[in-house]
């Protein structure tokens, strides 16, 4: 159970908001959340934490009986259970209200007595999945036959019991685990490496002006309007990673290496299948994605002709990518205008989705405004079960915020019928799964934008944005994925790989992926060495292609719901309410669409190829003129 603890401690980074001089009272109660709602009161909270630090202890005395019937099994798992639930209650308490204003210290020590039990509950529950993991499989089975409360813990049990094979003698994961020492040092070394001592190549621009390429630098001028000026950017930028591609190679290499061993010792076939083994995902997930993705790159290809054709270029080159497709168009929205946009982009979903969605503004589920020391961004939580979500925002007008909205709000009713539906232990959703809710709404807001636009300029520039997010987001982020899966099978093969081997494979594919040898988008030499400026190959293990998943699957169901109405629709539902019920691939295809067909590929690039029409339409009107 304490595996849960962590995924709430991760949520939140301590980043205030800079920006804002509005002090937290100066806000209409109508904008702020509504934290009584959990707790009246600090009191309140401080009662629940008290009695979870006494009754934690109690947790203790289960060990060494849940093997021994049904009835101590689940008496163990409910006491539990209900602990759990209480400490996700109040932590979300905590962190929401240090959220309010990270200057506040009594608030930061509210969190502080949280970190402290959740590290009590982690050690007092360290004995409860290896002793679980020891009840033989039969014995399971005998279990929930005869105590048929236990199947509400069904999930929980079977993710820890098909770890079986996978699991060492206790001897061989000592051994394994005192390795954990040294897991980290490549991605320790790339980040001295890549934050610190490489040096930043310095450019002069056009204008004159001495640049220092640091990463901020890099990422401002890579998108500037002279054109020599962003190759030359580019061009310097890789080109000084480039001249340490053997050490980078060497290290990329050791990470690599160590995936492999760590899989190897535990038993799986390939470093894929261990990494995808967490959310107990078959790894045709992973190489449908690819397989896919490459079967349609004649519509990257397109994406990439009209991007030639809207920047006014003869010839497109991989350093013109960054540049903007279309201006920015100022939309504003207040608060008030951007929840009335929402409760109509969303009808689709229908009238319980759009209930709720009312419920949640007008309830006060949602902080809207930036504040002194609030902490920056925007997250959605519902740990709070028996409650109701939370949404921290910073409204700022534009559309972006209507957009953050619409993602967050995804979230957030994912987790408000998951509650409602499920056992809290099921309630909580797979990371594979979460993002899926968040894109669909923001699929549905783009849409009505495009629909109800008041300009051809406005429209252009909603269906630009979105053009490349689905360019960036599925092919470029695949590519990762593919790159990442080439060095590891590479390493698991027995070959060696060396930052040489590693320009190849990249420049291979990005060459393949942008259509360099058709001429739709020029991949010059220095961009093989653009692997060692992408921190994630060492920071995560197959972990980017998640990226593309999400966005496939959320753009695939709207499109789904499109083209056969209602009963798509209410297959939606069952992820909405699914929460962690089954494994995400079932879940997934109960909503409509199997990630293990060519569908969910298809039914996005039908998506893409549609907003290139509508793009290349208007186009066409002002060409004509
Ligand atoms: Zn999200």
């Known amino acids: 159970m304490h595996k849960i603890l962590l995924t709430i401690a991760l949520l939140f980074f301590l980043t205030n908001n800079a920006f804002s001089q509005v002090e937290r009272d100066q806000v209409e109660d109508k904008h702020k959340w509504n934290l009584a709602d959990i707790y ?66 009594e608030n930061q020590a509210l969190l502080q007595q949280m970190r402290a039990l959740g590290t009590k509950f982690g050690e007092v529950t360290a004995y409860m999945e290896p002793e679980i993991l020891q009840i033989p499989k039969e014995k399971i089975e005998q279990f929930f036959a005869e105590k048929p409360e236990l199947a509400d813990y069904d999930m929980y049990i079977d993710n ?19 390795f954990g020492l040294i897991a980290g040092n490549q991605n320790e070394v790339y980040g001295i490496f890549n934050n610190a001592e490489k040096p930043f190549p310095k450019v002069t621009l056009s204008t004159g002006e001495e640049v220092e390429l640091t990463a901020s630098a890099y990422s401002k001028y890579r998108t500037a309007e002279n054109r020599a000026d962003r190759e030359l950017v580019m061009k310097s930028l890789f080109e000084s ?21 760590y899989a190897k010792n535990r038993k799986y076939e390939s470093s894929l299948e261990a990494a995808l083994n967490s959310d107990n995902l078959p790894t045709a997930v992973y190489s449908t994605l690819i397989e896919q993705v490459n079967n349609n790159l004649p519509t990257l290809h397109r994406a990439l002709d009209l991007k030639k054709r809207m920047l006014g270029l003869d010839e497109l080159h991989y350093y013109d990518l960054y540049v903007p497709l279309v201006k920015k168009v100022d939309m ?33 589920w949602i902080d809207y405004i930036p504040t002194v020391g609030k902490r920056s961004g925007a997250y959605s939580t519902g740990g709070a079960y028996d409650v109701h979500p939370y949404i921290l925002m910073n409204w700022t007008d534009d559309f972006e915020s209507v957009s953050t909205l619409a993602h967050e709000l995804g979230h957030t009713m994912h987790s408000y019928f998951s509650n ?95 259509g360099h040898d058709a001429g739709h988008c020029v991949v010059d030499d220095y961009i093989q060495y653009e692997w060692s400026y992408i921190p994630h190959f ?33 297959a939606y539902y069952n992820i909405l309410k699914g929460g962690g019920s089954k494994y995400s691939p079932e879940l997934i295809k109960d909503a409509g669409i199997d990630p293990m067909s060519p569908e969910p590929v298809q039914l996005t690039m039908q998506k893409m190829n549609r907003v290139m029409d509508q793009m290349e339409e208007i186009l066409g009107k002002t060409e004509d003129n």
């Open 40 to 105: 009246p009161s600090v009191e309140a909270w401080q009662a629940d934490v008290d009695m979870l630090n006494t009754e934690v202890e109690k947790l203790g005395d289960f060990k060494g009986t849940l093997g021994e019937s049904s009835e101590s099994l689940y008496k163990a798992l409910s006491f539990g259970n209900d602990l759990v639930k209480t400490l996700w209650q109040s932590w979300i308490y905590a962190s929401n209200l240090s959220n309010e204003n990270l200057n506040i210290s």
């Open 160 to 178: 820890i019991q098909r770890l079986r094979e996978h699991t060492l003698t206790e001897a061989e994961e000592k051994i394994l685990a005192s």
């Open 241 to 261: 990673y480039g001249d340490f591609k053997n050490m980078l190679g060497a290290n990329l290499g050791g990470k690599v290496k160590k995936d492999w061993v």
């Open 332 to 364: 504003s929205f207040t608060v008030e205008e951007g929840q009335n946009v929402l409760l109509d982009a969303l009808k689709p979903l229908g009238n319980e989705y759009v209930t709720v969605l009312q419920k949640s503004y007008d309830d006060r």
């Open 420 to 514: 409602k539906t499920q056992p809290f232990v099921k309630s909580d959703y797979a990371t594979f799964v979460a993002e899926i809710a968040s894109t669909v709404n923001e699929n549905l807001l783009n849409d009505y934008m495009v629909a109800n636009a008041k300009s051809d300029e406005e429209k252009l520039y909603i269906l630009g944005s979105y053009l490349e997010l689905l360019r960036t987001t599925i092919f470029r982020q695949t590519s990762f994925a593919e790159f990442e899966w080439e060095i590891h099978k590479k390493v698991e093969a027995g070959e060696p790989i060396t930052g040489e081997g590693m320009c190849e494979i990249y420049f291979d594919i990005v060459k393949r992926y942008y």
């Open 538 to 570: 060492l920071g995560y293990n197959y972990y980017v292609f998640q990226y593309a998943t999400s966005l496939i699957y959320g753009t695939a169901l709207v499109e789904n719901m499109m083209e056969n109405g209602q009963p798509a629709v209410d």
